[in-house]
């Protein structure tokens, strides 16, 4: 059992940057991988995984963030951060961190029922 919860969210201009932080409790975090997922205003039900990173460190990212976004851990506290940088419109999203696993060489993630409760990010133009 893991306990996620987001924080850093925010109203940014567009080109600006935000540093989001998924705080996890209970046992065994490190052996979990982390996802961040997205779900855009008006699209109920649909959560866009962005980026995730395996237990051992490895990462995957949706095409449309790759070069702007990096997705990182601390297993010794329990954290894992995604650094977004050139923020643009279509990123405003509430963020939600999962706990899950990836497979077929960390290419895949499978997202367990572990959710956090998630933390707006607002991209003004």
């Known amino acids: 059992q893991v306990q996620l919860v987001e924080s850093g969210g925010g109203l940014v201009q567009a080109g600006g940057s935000l540093r989001l932080s998924c705080a996890a409790s209970?046992?065994?975090?490190?052996?979990?991988?982390i996802g961040w997922y997205r779900q855009a205003p008006g699209k109920q039900h649909q959560r866009e995984l962005v980026?995730?990173?395996?237990?051992?460190?490895?990462?995957n990212y949706a095409d449309h963030v790759k070069g702007r976004f990096t997705i990182s851990r601390d297993n010794a506290n329990n954290t894992v951060s995604l650094q977004m940088n050139n923020l643009k419109p279509e990123d405003t999203a509430v963020y939600y961190c999962?706990?899950?696993?990836?497979?077929?060489?960390?290419?895949?993630?499978?997202?367990?029922?572990?959710w956090g409760q998630g933390t707006r990010v607002t991209v003004s133009s």
């Open positions: 999962n706990a899950g696993t990836t497979y077929y060489n960390h290419s895949y993630y499978l997202p367990y029922d572990y």
């Open positions: 209970g046992s065994k975090f490190s052996i979990y991988a």
């Open positions: 980026a995730a990173i395996s237990s051992g460190g490895s990462t």
